[in-house]
């Protein structure tokens, strides 16, 4: 997808983060057309050897960027990393409360040179009682109550996914696009701060909302009361499907696809709100119905009728799903060589999707680049390589 949109090129973006929520706002800058420099330790972002559930952050996260490594304990690593800066439009870090800044790379020394620069942090916390405290993403569920939603009653259970390191990391981007703007308008740049815990109450705000409204707190997903009387999972011959019927309309072509001539014919289940009261009456009705059938059958009766449903998918059947390859998702060449194909950033601009092949950065792979862009001499690059305040792949 060489003719990718690319809105943000000519933005360039100096990256010190690990893990998630820091490469998110770098990837999907990226994505954007945006030029980024993902500065790492010497030796790489120990998040490249991370095993188990956290071998694919690396490669899903930091896509389309250049790596530079840096001793940011020496002095002529600290230079560097100050020339970059220097003429960067946006810098994105994800440490622990204070680390740059123990460095000299806070927000206020970094400004003084660079008054446009746009500063983002991902932090745990946004200013307040719990500010200094170290967050990941699963104390940020736990805390925020999404784990408490997402569990049986009793039993608070994480998220499949990093959701909140990542929309946090959207959440950061946002930030930066709006600032961004601003700066068109004052020609100055400002700090953006994004985080992980409230960026967990933004998504249970709904929860909050409802008892606001009600004055009854709301029950952990699975144990709650639905909004339509059909709403589940249905077990069939084989593989579970997901059904909704989340209007009036959908529920007299529901009942017209399956032959449920007795429950449309009872008028006082038309209105949503009745079926509702009614579900221990219909439900058991429409699930012997539904396991009578196979999934193929199911999902036969339902694709292009207008009914929600959903096959219940696994991450590793998403490779060959027909749909994703048609622009959802992107070939990646791992730092071992290794190809595979990994999500793409969802959206489309122009009528075109964002993406393009990509190669993962070995660490250091574009020291010599990066150095030459900030003007260094080939002497002075090899000076600093041979100090070891610069790593350079082999």
């Given at each position: ?360 950065p070995t660490p250091g792979k574009d020291a010599r680049a990066v150095l030459e862009g900030l003007g260094y001499d080939a002497g002075k690059m090899d000076a600093l390589i041979e100090t070891g305040a610069v790593g350079e792949s082999k």
């Open positions: 997808m060489s003719d990718s949109p690319q809105p943000l090129a000519g933005i360039t973006v100096v990256e010190f983060t690990h893990m998630v929520m820091g490469p998110t706002v770098g990837h999907i800058l990226a994505g954007l057309g945006a030029e980024i420099v993902r500065v790492e330790p010497i030796g790489g972002d120990r998040t490249r050897r991370l095993m188990g559930s956290g071998s694919g952050y690396f490669p899903m996260y930091n896509r389309g960027k250049q790596s530079i490594c840096l001793d940011l304990k020496s002095e002529d690593g600290i230079a560097v990393a100050k020339d970059l800066i220097a003429k960067a439009d946006v810098l994105v870090e994800n440490f622990r409360p204070g680390a740059l800044d123990r460095l000299g790379l806070s927000y206020e020394e970094c400004s003084a040179g660079n008054p446009g620069l746009i500063y983002c942090s991902e932090k745990g916390f946004l200013p307040g009682p719990y500010e200094n405290r170290t967050a990941l993403d699963e104390v940020a569920q736990m805390m925020g109550g999404l784990a408490y939603m997402t569990g049986q009653p009793g039993k608070p259970t994480r998220a499949g996914a990093s959701v909140i390191d990542v929309t946090g990391g959207m959440f950061g981007v946002i930030g930066i696009l709006a600032a961004l703007e601003q700066r068109h308008r004052t020609g100055k740049g400002q700090k953006v701060t994004a985080s992980l815990f409230e960026t967990t109450i933004y998504l249970v705000g709904q929860h909050m909302a409802q008892y606001a409204v009600t004055g009854t707190p709301a029950a952990p997903m699975p144990a709650r009361v639905s909004a339509w009387a059909i709403y589940d999972v249905f077990e069939t011959k084989d593989e579970p499907v997901f059904i909704g019927v989340v209007t009036d309309a959908l529920w007299e072509k529901f009942c017209k696809l399956f032959g449920l001539d007795d429950l449309w014919a009872d008028e006082a289940l038309r209105e949503n709100n009745a079926r509702v009261q009614a579900r221990d009456q219909i439900l058991p009705q429409i699930r012997t119905l539904i396991g009578g059938m196979t999934a193929a059958e199911v999902i036969g009766k339902l694709d292009g009728s207008g009914l929600p449903f959903a096959p219940i998918g696994k991450p590793e059947d998403m490779f060959d799903d027909p749909h994703l390859n048609q622009g959802g998702l992107e070939d990646v060449t791992l730092d071992n060589g290794t190809e595979v194909r990994l999500p793409t950033i969802p959206l489309e601009m122009d009528g075109k999707r964002i993406g393009a092949p990509q190669r993962l």
